[in-house]
């Protein structure tokens, strides 16, 4: 039997600090480097127990843990809500997790969301309090325990931190998870430990490690044993073109053994591969797979787990976040690859937008996302964006424009396409962090909603009145002309007017103001008006008042939904409005003033 490392899946919200914490301790600085700062997809870091044992010193001694286990392997998962899916992943293939969190902010949404995976998988975590040194007060001491700065604190400062720790102690009760400052848990097996640290200076990341090393050796030991003939399970990262190795996958290897000539079975766009590993490249210690600088060094087998580049023939239609599965005679790895494929459900409709992303589970977080915000998917595709995309979103916009927009994660448009998406007038929603692209979407949408809205409102016929100037009659009628002044709301040509009983005087063909035509006049205004119908003396005299006669369906689409648009005195004039119909019309009786 083999003992491996155990797997540390670190999981919290955006910007808490993740990929921080495992940039101190493998001393890099990936975080920075990547889009937004946030981590877009699951890296992998083996840290060798070499490395453990030179940041805890002699802290580790102290606490008596035993040279058991080969290190740590840590898994950095994306922090923010649309990866719910990929950190399920993460959180099935953990022995152990950091659930990181900002301890000034506490936890947020995606923070609760960490919680729910790791009681879905029952997995064993501790909490990690970062950024600590931003509390008001605090003196930093570089690469110390937390115990050791902790005692070096003011009291206020100290009383400062227990109040923070406090408060996460009592969101995890009303979670139901009993918790505690470390120092102060009296059983790691039932009660959650809270470690806080700054990822900045590496104060308490020494707490951190020792921790993890001793659960793992206290609750893991059978979990962490694999038999020496045990065959590999991993998943694809990435697919990268590499200078004379060719096409290779980089892969993380969480369970059993992966032997050079080994034959692997992977996930192809339409099909499942079956091909030979030719070589196996192993990262350097404490290199980010994403990120390794130096040469691999080439090994012929491999214990889990582990990140390892993989060189092998046919590589190029293989799926960024396939399975991988090492096949053996009698064995249907086939049939449980593709078990594992139809597990990511990606239901498509008739009608909805067209989504495109750089890998299988990147392709999972977004549509999952867009489930979650009821947005309908017409397509979910891997890739770049193809000319038969942009059709189909052309099509799709020609239906419904707000579904005929292409949501694309980390790719690019062909170069054949572009003049198509020019001439359809196609919109991308495009970036390298997922949930820009969602809320780029949702702003779109609201904008393009007040822009139809106000479309609708202008078509709507909204309440007015005028009063015919005495003795500024310069036509009795065909057309009657006179001068009239607005005295509420907003006059437009072709409204209808009705007098103070509701009875239909005619309905406006022109407006002028020193020679100019006027679609519109608002209230204030004097101008001459044309009334197709009106004839002097049926109905109406000179100095009366008439209202706009406003049609009850465009009443109701007032009242219903745009109610906060009209101006006080576009009420007044409603309400006389509906007064008057009230009068004549009994149906109009049931429909209330309009308050």
């Known amino acids: 039997m083999k003992i491996r490392s155990p797997i540390v899946s670190v999981l919290g919200h955006v910007d808490h600090g993740k990929t921080s914490l495992l940039d101190f301790i493998r001393g890099s600085t990936i975080a920075s480097r990547e889009a937004g700062g946030i981590t877009q997809h699951i890296g992998a870091t083996e840290i060798p127990i070499g490395t453990i044992n030179k940041i805890c010193g002699k802290f580790i001694k102290k606490l008596e843990i035993a040279d ?39 936890f947020k949404p995606q923070t609760f969301e960490a919680l729910k995976i790791l009681r879905l998988y029952k997995t064993p975590f501790i909490i990690v309090a970062n950024k600590v040194d931003k509390l008001f007060g605090w003196n930093s001491n570089p690469n110390s325990s937390f115990s050791e700065s902790l005692s070096k604190q003011a009291k206020s400062v100290q009383q400062e931190v227990d109040t923070h720790i406090y408060g996460i102690v009592g969101t995890l009760h009303k979670e139901g998870f009993q918790s505690e400052r470390f120092d102060r848990v009296t059983d790691f097996a039932s009660q959650v430990s809270i470690i806080p640290i700054s990822a ?49 996958i980089d892969v993380i290897i969480y369970d059993g053994v992966l032997k050079k000539d080994d034959e692997i079975v992977l996930v192809e766009k339409d099909s499942v591969l079956t091909t030979k590993i030719r070589s196996i490249l192993k990262t350097n210690p404490l290199e980010e797979m994403r990120e390794a600088k130096n040469r691999f060094k080439k090994v012929d087998e491999v214990v889990a787990a582990a990140g390892v580049k993989i060189v092998a023939p046919n590589l190029e239609n293989v799926v960024s976040g396939s399975p991988l599965r090492v096949h053996q005679l009698g064995s249907n790895v086939e049939e449980e690859i593709l078990q594992e494929i139809e597990d990511i459900t990606i239901n498509t409709d008739n009608d909805g937008v067209l989504v495109k992303a750089d890998t299988l589970g990147s392709l999972e977080a977004i549509v999952n996302l867009l489930k979650e915000l009821g947005i309908p998917i017409r397509t979910a595709d891997i ?176 009242v219903k939904e745009f109610k906060d648009k009209l101006t006080e005195d576009e009420f007044e004039a409603l309400n006389e409005i509906l007064d008057i119909k009230q009068r004549i019309e009994p149906k109009w009786g049931e429909l209330g003033l309009f308050e």
């Open 383 to 558: 890739g770049d964006i193809s000319r038969r995309d942009i059709v189909n979103a052309s099509i799709v916009a020609k239906e419904n424009l707000k579904h005929g927009v292409i949501l694309a994660f980390n790719v690019k448009i062909h170069n054949k396409a572009m003049k198509d998406l020019n001439e359809n007038n196609i919109k991308i929603f495009s970036s390298n962090v997922i949930y820009q692209i969602t809320e780029d979407y949702e702003q779109w949408l609201k904008e393009l909603e007040e822009s139809q809205k106000k479309q609708w409102l202008d078509a709507i016929v909204k309440p007015a009145k005028i009063r015919i100037i005495p003795k500024l009659v310069f036509r009795q009628s065909k057309p009657f002309i006179s001068g009239v002044e607005v005295l509420n709301g907003t006059i437009k040509q072709n409204y209808s007017l009705m007098n103070k009983e509701g009875q239909l005087i005619g309905q406006i063909e022109s407006m002028q103001d020193k020679g100019e035509n006027l679609p519109f006049i608002h209230r204030g205004q004097k101008v001459a008006m044309s009334i197709k119908g009106g004839v002097l003396g049926k109905g109406f005299e000179e100095g009366d008042e008439l209202h706009v006669d406003i049609p009850e369906k465009h009443y109701k689409i007032l």
């Open 200 to 248: 900045k200076s590496g104060e308490g990341i020494i707490e951190v490690l020792a921790l993890l090393l001793g659960l793992a050796q206290e609750y893991l030991k059978k979990q962490l044993l694999i038999a020496e003939n045990s065959p590999a399970k991993g998943s694809v990262l990435e697919i990268k073109e590499e200078q004379g190795l060719g096409l290779t």
């Open 68 to 106: 058991t286990l080969p290190g740590l392997f840590f898994i950095d998962t994306p922090g923010h809500a649309a990866f719910t899916s990929l950190r399920k992943r993460g959180g099935a293939l953990a022995d152990l997790a950091i659930l990181i969190l900002d301890i000034n902010e506490g």
